[in-house]
Nanobody, 123 residues
Framework: VQLQASGGGLVQAGGSLRLSCAASGRTFSWYTMGWFRQAPGKEREFVASMSWSGGSTYYADSVKGRFTISRDNAKNTVYLQMNSLKPEDTAIYYC?????????????????WGQGTQVTVSS
């Protein structure tokens, strides 16, 4: 699976962005998908994940209630809708996939990664 993330940009605090991650290659619908982010000088951290069916979702506490992960298997695309953005959400956002049904918050559990898209939230 090859992953291509897009949709990042510069937004003011309180604003919204929607990230997209387009997948190509193997059967996308069989993959658990996740979003991670990495701020300068910090480790990559979990943001959200979704099961292959879309029936299960996990969120980091820091984004719960503000971010929504979704997927369209027909389009081989996973999304991250980000609302009420805060300056601390500033980071490079990465989409990731793993070829098992087991959900995970660990970056090491994901074998497929997109190139990242920059999100900058100004105060």
């Amino acid at each position: 699976v090859q992953l291509q993330a897009s949709g990042g940009g510069l937004v003011q605090a309180g604003g919204s962005l929607r990230l997209s991650c387009a997948a190509s290659g193997r059967t996308f619908s069989w993959y658990t998908m996740g979003w991670f982010r990495q701020a300068p000088g910090k480790e990559r951290e979990f943001v959200a994940s979704m099961s292959w069916s879309g029936g299960s979702t996990y969120y980091a506490d820091s984004v719960k209630g503000r971010f929504t992960i979704s997927r369209d298997n027909a389009k081989n695309t996973v999304y991250l809708q980000m609302n009420s953005l805060k300056p601390e959400d500033t980071a490079i956002y990465y989409c990731a996939g793993r070829s098992t049904a087991t959900m995970s918050r660990s970056p090491g559990a994901y074998g497929y990664w997109g190139q990242g898209t920059q999100v900058t939230v100004s105060s």
